[in-house]
């Protein structure tokens, strides 16, 4: 099975588990994000970031531009309940 077809199942069966007034809710917001135009303001492949500094596993700043000093960067975003 295509990620896309599990993605639509998944989205599918919690669809079905909302009540309707939840669902209507979720999908006006959704609907009203996709409106808003976010989606030209994100980076495309091939961007540049901007410098960002953020905290590693000891809390201690990480600048992006040190370590740009060494090479390449490819930055990882984890989502999730840990």
């Not at 990620?3 to 209507?24: C, G, I, T, W, Y």
């Not at 976010?38 to 531009?65: Q, R």
């Given at each position: 099975?295509?990620?896309?077809?599990?993605?639509?199942?998944?989205?599918?069966?919690?669809a079905?588990s909302?009540?309707?007034?939840?669902?209507?809710?979720?999908?006006k917001?959704?609907?009203?994000?996709?409106h808003?135009?976010i989606?030209?303001?994100?980076?495309?492949?091939?961007?540049?970031?901007?410098?960002?500094?953020?905290?590693?596993?000891?809390?201690?700043?990480?600048?992006?531009?040190?370590?740009?000093?060494?090479?390449?960067?490819?930055?990882?975003?984890?989502?999730?309940?840990?």
């Amino acid at each position: 099975m295509k990620l896309q077809d599990k993605l639509n199942e998944m989205k599918q069966k919690s669809a079905a588990s909302m009540p309707p007034e939840v669902r209507a809710i979720m999908q006006k917001a959704t609907e009203d994000l996709a409106h808003s135009g976010i989606m030209d303001k994100v980076l495309k492949p091939g961007d540049k970031l901007p410098e960002f500094i953020l905290e590693d596993e000891h809390g201690t700043p990480v600048n992006s531009a040190d370590l740009l000093q060494n090479g390449p960067l490819v930055v990882t975003f984890y989502r999730g309940v840990w």
